[in-house]
C-alpha cells in the first residue's frame, strides 16, 4: 500500500466532526434535559414523573406491535405474489407499492380520514345502503388502520426485494427433493426471505410507535400516543425536561426491540435499515 | 391459485388507492367539498397558482432539499473514503454506529434532540432568531448523511486496490490519483446518495416540524398547518399534481434507465 | 467514457447549485425591503380567497404610497395562544406584530414580553369603541388603558349543535349540560386547548375560572374526565370540516366560527349556555423583540381602517370592536344575508352572562398544564387490546422457543 497522503487522513475530519456535533451532541442533550429540572439541577423527577404516562406507553407499543403484525400478515404474500409475477409486470407493481410513499404522509392520512369520518364518503355510503354509520376516527381500530394503510409499503417492499434475489434454484432443488408447495414455502422461501422481513418490521415498527399525525387525526385528539405526548410536551418551554426524558425512554425502548429482533434471525449482518420517513 | 392471488393483490392495491384516487377526483370538484361532486373544473388548480404561501413554501422545500443533499453528499463522500481509509478499527467503528443514529432513532426523537441542542445554544449565545433556515438546514444534512454513506461505502468496499496504486505508479499524487482513478469508480453511488438525500429531505415533516420556524416553511409544514385548520382543495389539486409527476418519473426511470429506483435501492440494502 | 459522465455530472451539479444560489439571491434581493412579521391566529385575517380583500398585499402597497419603504408582511398563524406563547417566550423567533387573547396579553404584559404603543403611529384609535378604549372602557381589564394592545376583534364561546341530530324538545338545551349528555355519545367535540376546555367544565360547574382554589381545578378535571367517555375528539379548527359534513353534532366554538359553518350547513344551531359563558377579546401587540417597531404600529394602524376592519369582520364574522364596521350598513346587510339573526347574535353581549379569562398565577399555570397532561393520558385501555397482544407475543415467543429446540436437535444430531 503505497503512504496515505494528508488528503487522504483528514478526508473524513468534516463528517466526523458533523456527527460530533450535530448527532452526538443533541444526544448528549436529550440525556442532559431528562436528568436535570427546570433549575439545571440533577435530577430524577423526570423519568418518575412518567408514571402517568404507563398507559399512554402500553397504548402505543400495544398499537404498534399490531400494526406491525398487520402489516405483515398482509404485506408478506402480497409480496410473494408479485414475485411471482413476470419481471415486467413487477416493475408496474413496484412501483404502484411505492408511488404512495412518495405522496406526501400527511396529505395521505388527512385524506383517509377525511374519507372514513362520520360525515364522510365511506359512511355517507353505508348511510345510503342502511348499514348506518360505523365510526372509526376517533377510535382504537381507526389509529391502527392508519398505521398498516401509511406503512404498509415500508413492509411490502424489502420483503418483495428478499424474494427476487432469492435463487430459483433452491425452490426447483426443493420440489426435486419431494416437498409440496406450502413445504417449499415454510422451509425454503421464508427462512431466505426472513432478512426482508426483519428490515421490514423495524421499517414499520419504528414509525408506528413514534408517530403523533396519524394518532392526531384519526385519533381525533382523544387517544394518545408517545409521539403526541412528545409533541405536546415540547411545545411548552416548562416541559422540555419531561419531554426528553420521555423521549430518552422511547428512544432505548426501541433499541432493545431491534436488538430483539435482530437476535431473531440468524441472520446477523442485516442491519435493519430504515428508508422511509415518520 | 392464480387467479386467488390475482384477486388478492387487486384488492390490496384497490384500498391502498382509494384514499389518493378520491383525492385526485376531487380535487377536480368546483364545489370543494368531499362529500359531493358538483361539476368538473379546474378551480382548485388555479387557486394553487395564485397561493403565493405555498408556492413560496415549494420553492424553499427546493432550496432546502437540493442544498442539504449537496452539502450531505459532499461531506458524506469524503466521510465514506477517509472512513474506509482509515486504519483504526476502533474509531471506524464508533463513527459508523453514531452516523447510524439518525437512522435507527424515530424521527421525533432526531427532531426534538436537534431542537434541545439549538435551544440550548440559542441561550447560550443569547440570540433570539437562531431557528429557520440554518437549523432547518442543518438538521436535513444529518439525516441525509447515513444515507449518503450507505450508498458510497458499498462502492468503495468493490473498489479495486490496484487502481490507486497503478494511478500512484505512473506518477499520480494520492489526491490526484482518488480524482482521476477512484472517483468515476464510485459516482454511480455519489448519484444515488444525493438523489436519495434530496427525497429524504422533500418529504421530511417530523424533524423540519422542530427545528423549523413559521418564517421559513417549507411545503410538508405548510400542509400540516393547512390540516390544522380546514384545508383547501388547492392541497389536493398539489398531491395530485405530486403524484401525476411521480408516476412519470418512475416509470420513465424503471423502464428507460438501468438505474432502478432510489428509494427500494436504499430499502434493499 | 466515464470521465464524459463525470464531466456532464459535473456540469448538472454546477447548473443546480447556480439555480440554487439564483433563487436565493432572488430573495436577498426581495429582503432588501423591510419584513413585517405578523404572526396571527389561522383563518384570522382577509386573504384575498374568493375575491375578498388581501389585507397584507393592501398594507404593503398603502404604504409604499405613503411611506416611499418596499414592506414585505411575512405573515404565519398559530392555533392557540399557548402554542403562540411558547413560540415568543423561547425567544427562537422574532415577530413585529401578535394577536394573543386577553388572559395571555396580560401574561406576555407581566412578563415583559410586549413594548409600549406609541399612539403617535396610531391614529385611527379613536375608530374603537368607547367599551375598548377610552376612559369608560369596560373591556380593556387585560390592559388597562391599552397601553400595550389595540382591540382587534372580540367574542363569546357558545354551543353549535346539530339540528337533525338533537331534536328540538331535548332538554339540555340551552346548557353546558348537552356536552356531557350520554345520549350523544361520540357525537361531541371539546376543545384542544387547556384553558378553552377546562373553562366549560368550571362554566358547568359553576365555578370562577379564574379560581385560587386547586380544589375546583380538580372537580373540573373530573368533570372532563367524565366527558372523555363520551367525546367524539378534542379538535380545534378541525371543528369546521367535522360540524360541516356532520361527522360531529356537538361541539362548543366561537360565535364568529359558528356563522362560518352555518353558511355550508344551515342544520346547525347555536346557544349561549344559561350557566355563563366566556367572552374574550384578541387585540395586537408588538413584541418586546420587535425590529420594526414603528412599522408594526402603522400595520396595526391600518388594520383600524374602515375598508380593512370591514374586510377582516367579514371575512371572520368576528364581533368587531371598531365603531366604523358596526355602524357600516353594507356590513350589516352582509351579515343579515349569511342569517337573520347574525348581527346579534355576535354583537348583544348584554344579554348573555359573561366572564373573562384572567392570567393565572405560576402556581395554577404549572396547575392546569399538569391536570391537562392527566387528562390527556388518561386512557382505558380495554382488556380486547391486551389479548391481542398477549396472542401475537405468545405466536413470537411459540416461534422462538420451536426454532432454537429444533436447531439444538440438529445439533446434537
Known sequence: MKQRSLFQKIAAAPHILWAIMFIAAPMLFVLYFAFTDADGNFSFSNITSLSQYGNVFILSIAFALIATVVCLLIGYPLAYFMAKQKPRTQKILMVMIMLPMWCNLLIRTYALMALLDNGGLLNSLLEQLGVGRVPIVGTYFGVILGMVYDFLPYMVLPIFTAMTKLDKRYIEASYDLGCNGWQTITRIIMPLTASGVISGVTMVFVPSISTFYISQKLGAGKIDLVGDTIERLFQNVSTYNVGAAMSLVMMVLILISIFVMNRFSDDRTTAPVRGGLK | MKILSKCYMGVIFFLLYIPIIVLIVFSFNDAGSLSEFTKPSLVWYEELFRDEEALSSLVNSLIIAVSSSLIATVIGTFGALGLHRMKSRYIKGSVNALTNI????????????????????????????????????????????????????????????????????????????????????????????????????????????????????????????????DVKFSMYALCAMIVFIITVILLVVNFAGSFGSRKSRAIRR | MKLRSFLSLLTALVLLLSTVAGLTSCNTDSSESITLYVYNWGEYMSDGSEGTL????????????????????????????????????????????????????????????????????????????????????????????????VPYMYGMIGIIYNTSVVPENEEDLGSWSLMWDEEYKGNILQFNNSRDAFGTAQYYLQVDVNSEDEADWRAALDKLKEQKKVVQGYVMDEIYNKMENGSAAIAAYYAGDYLTMYEENEDLEFYYPEEGTNLYVDAMCVPKSSQNKEIAERYINFMLTEEVAVANAEYTYYASPNTLVRENQEYIDYLGEIKEDAYEKIYDTDSVRTSSYQNLKDDKLVLLNGLWEELKSDIEISTGIYVICGVIIATLAGFGIFFAVRKRLREVK
Not at chain 2, 432513532?105 to 432568531?129: E, W, Y
Not at chain 3, 402597497?61 to 414585505?72: A, C, I, L, R, S
Not at chain 3, 405573515?75 to 403562540?84: D, F, H, K, L, P
Request: with cysteine; proline share 6%.
Open chain 2, 102 to 229: 439518525p437512522m435507527m432513532n424515530p424521527d421525533i426523537v432526531t427532531g426534538v434532540s436537534m431542537m434541545l441542542l439549538f435551544v440550548a445554544v440559542g441561550t447560550f449565545l443569547k440570540t433570539r432568531q437562531l431557528f429557520g433556515f440554518g437549523t432547518m438546514l442543518i438538521a436535513h444534512v444529518t439525516f441525509n448523511l447515513p444515507y449518503v454513506i450507505l450508498s458510497v461505502m458499498p462502492r468503495f468496499k468493490q473498489l479495486d486496490k490496484s487502481l490507486s496504486e497503478a494511478a500512484q505508479d505512473l506518477g499520480c499524487t494520492p489526491s490526484k490519483a482518488f480524482f482521476k482513478a477512484e472517483l468515476p469508480e464510485i459516482i454511480p453511488g455519489i448519484v444515488s446518495g444525493l438523489m436519495l438525500g434530496f427525497t429524504m429531505s422533500l418529504d421530511d415533516f417530523v424533524i423540519s416540524h422542530f427545528v423549523s420556524s413559521p418564517n421559513f416553511q417549507t411545503l410538508p409544514l405548510y400542509v400540516y398547518n393547512q390540516t390544522a385548520h
Open chain 3, 54 to 149: 388581501d389585507a397584507n398585499k393592501a398594507f404593503e402597497d398603502w404604504y409604499f404610497e405613503n411611506y416611499g419603504v418596499k414592506v414585505k408582511v411575512n405573515y404565519s398563524t398559530y392555533s392557540s395562544n399557548e402554542s403562540m406563547y411558547a413560540k415568543i417566550s423561547s425567544g427562537s423567533v422574532n415577530y413585529d406584530v401578535i394577536v394573543p387573547s386577553d388572559y395571555m396579553i396580560e401574561r406576555m404584559i407581566g412578563e415583559d414580553l410586549l413594548a409600549p404603543l406609541n399612539y403617535d403611529n396610531i391614529d385611527n384609535i379613536g375608530n374603537i369603541a368607547p367599551e375598548f378604549y377610552g376612559e369608560d372602557a369596560k373591556y380593556d381589564y387585560y390592559d388597562p388603558g391599552n397601553v400595550y394592545s
